[in-house]
């Protein structure tokens, strides 16, 4: 299967009218509304990258991931087919809905939906809400999902034999954690083994300059954001970075200075004991919101 880039991720939650600001005046990202009471968050110049539903609890709908081209797609679907694995092509009113050309969607075994599309909607007109440079996307796309699920070892195999990720590196505290990449990222995706929680725990965010980052940060201090860990440096991506308590309940940590792989044939897959250098420190007391998925239920998609 051949993934290019994380491209984009809906949730559902009560609250979504709460990214008007929390989109515009703390993360910089332009925010807008459809008719149903979706939001649709952007930091680059595709049509979105975050979709918040209007729903009546918090909860992960989708993952999309970007294949190159139709070919991508079919072969996508083949490589499904012999996983034993059910894959249904979106219909037009889909596509609309994604602003894509065509898309695949599908269930992992922990339930989580993912969709493969290719031909997202570019608009062109991106300008941060905020004084700053903007986002690192391009290529690498919108930057990485984290996800619990409550067997590490079956989550590899699968996200390496059936979708094709390469594994980057394996974190053991303070939970067992494995990071996959699909392009230069170190990882647009990861997964915890977190006991049987199941659920969306962050994604994150890059952006273009440490100045950035810190203007950010003072900005969440100063208007009580709740941060879910303060500043510090990771170990494996050297990412600097905060996490904050997004107004959906899952974490956005915001970031600069990801690591990137530069030359796939000499990365050697490494396993790290703590997740930090310094800095991350926990915060909340209260547990973030699982968001978990909802097998078989909608996928923000009308019926």
């Known amino acids: ?11 559902g939650s009560p609250r979504a009218a709460e990214w008007d600001a929390f989109g515009a005046e703390i993360l910089g990202t332009p925010v807008s509304s459809q ?11 595709r049509a979105y990258r975050l979709a918040v539903h209007a729903s009546d609890r918090d909860h992960l709908l989708y993952v999309g991931w970007e294949v190159p081209d139709p070919g991508a ?35 992992d ?17 991106f300008r941060p809400t905020r004084d700053i440079a903007g986002f690192v996307t391009g290529g690498m796309g919108m930057g990485h999902v984290v996800l619990a699920l409550p067997d590490l070892k079956a989550a590899v195999s699968f996200f390496t034999n ?31 083994q977190a006991g049987p929680v199941r659920g969306l725990h962050h994604i994150m965010i890059e952006t273009q300059t440490l100045k950035d980052l810190g203007s950010t ?25 905060f996490y904050v308590r997004t107004p959906a309940g899952f974490e956005l940590e915001y970031g600069w200075g990801g690591l990137q792989i530069e030359d796939e044939k000499a ?13 991350h420190d ?22």
């Open 35 to 45: 008719s149903d009471g979706t939001r649709f968050i952007r930091w680059d110049d």
């Open 217 to 241: 940060y003072v900005l969440c201090k100063e208007r009580g954001i709740p941060f879910a860990m303060d500043l510090g440096q990771h170990t494996n991506d050297q990412m600097l970075s």
């Open 162 to 192: 059936v979708m094709g990720f390469r594994v980057t590196d394996f974190i053991d505290h303070p939970f067992p954690l494995g990071f996959f990449h699909c392009n230069a990222r170190h990882h647009s995706l990861a997964v915890g």
């Open 109 to 125: 075994p922990w339930g989580f939906t993912h969709e493969l599309f290719y031909g997202q909607r570019t608009l062109l007109s």
């Open 73 to 107: 797609l079919d072969e996508a679907i083949e490589n499904l087919n012999r996983a034993k694995i059910t894959a249904v092509r979106g219909t037009d009113e889909d596509c609309r809905t994604r602003q894509v050309e065509a898309l695949v969607r599908f269930q």
């Open 1 to 11: 299967m051949n993934i290019c880039a994380l491209g984009y991720v809906g949730v």
């Open 282 to 303: 926990p915060k909340l007391k209260a547990p973030p919101t699982t968001m978990e998925p909802i097998p078989g239920k909608d996928a923000g998609i009308p019926s």
């Open 267 to 279: 990365w050697r897959i490494s396993r790290i004991e703590l997740p930090s250098f310094w800095g």
